[in-house]
């Protein structure tokens, strides 16, 4: 056997991994993007059949007045009120870490034409700690004309962090509070109707905005915070059982015996309020990883000398 023959036949038993794992990591990109998309796909279908906006009677139908008794919606969700001009309307919608968070409102007026004026409508956004998030899309104070049927606000939030510096004012997993308001208008348009109609939505930024760290316990707000100590001696096993046999029926009716009306429970995210182990983030990685393989095995192939027997 000649010596080119021979490393011929080597060039080509060392091409057939390079040729193997080049096939492997072309799958495996080209199946990223339809993974993915599926994925999508999936959680569009869960949405519409498992969240709130599903089913119309499980929207709410009034806003509250205040951060305890904010209307609780989904994390796509739709609430709808009828108020009057100059009144705070509340609601409430979880959010979790890694996702992106929109909400926007549309007033409709409904005074035949009586206003005065022109009005400003404000929409803000607070999160658990009550703290105002600023809005890097949408337009979340809009100024209505005398003659307008309708306004349309939205802010949308910065990525939710499953994780922060006490001294930030990042946003954090847990729930979030929508306020709508008009702060500025003629004083004798004070009282006149509108209908408002509120949705939220949220999504998944990818891995590109996954951060490490986890936050100890989501931001959300508590139906009953502690209990009153009458000092009576009473045995603590009979509170407990108090407590408990009561923990039930303020969670059906949060209502307390003073007459405070607390804001519903905000249930937790499917993925949770981490936003789960899943990112494309492990695709990526996993195809960089191949791609590094490929370019070791073509650079030694490359830069390698075959031994020529004699």
Known sequence: MSRHTTVR???RRA??????????????????PAALAQDAETSEEEGATDGPGADPAADPTEAGTG???????????????RA??????????????GHDATADATITFEDD??????????????DGLRRKQACVGGDATVEAAADADEVVLGCALRTV???AEPWSGDPLPGAYFVRLTAVDLPEEDLGLPVSVVVRTTTEDAGGAHARGGDL????????RAGSLDTGDGADPADE??????????????PTTDDGVRFAGVVNEPDGGWNGGWWSDRWLWTAGGGVLGALAALGGYTLVRHPRVRG
Not at 84 to 92: H, I, Q, R
Not at 114 to 125: C, F, I, K, M
Not at 216 to 223: M, W
Not at 240 to 253: F, T
């Open 84 to 97: 009057t001009v100059g009144e705070f309307l509340y609601w409430a919608f979880p959010v979790a870490a």
């Open 216 to 223: 100890g316990a989501p931001l959300v707000p508590t139906p």
């Open 9 to 11: 036949h080597r060039a």
């Open 161 to 163: 962090r499953s994780w």
């Open 113 to 126: 034409g009586e206003r005065s004026g022109p009005s400003v409508w404000q929409l803000d956004v607070y």
């Open 240 to 253: 407990a059982d108090e407590a408990e046999s009561g923990s039930d029926a303020d969670a059906a009716d």
């Open 15 to 32: 091409a057939r991994p390079v040729t193997v794992l080049a096939l492997a990591a072309g799958l495996l990109l080209a199946a990223a």
């Open 67 to 81: 951060f305890r008794d904010a209307a609780v919606l989904g994390e796509s969700g739709r609430g709808t009120a």
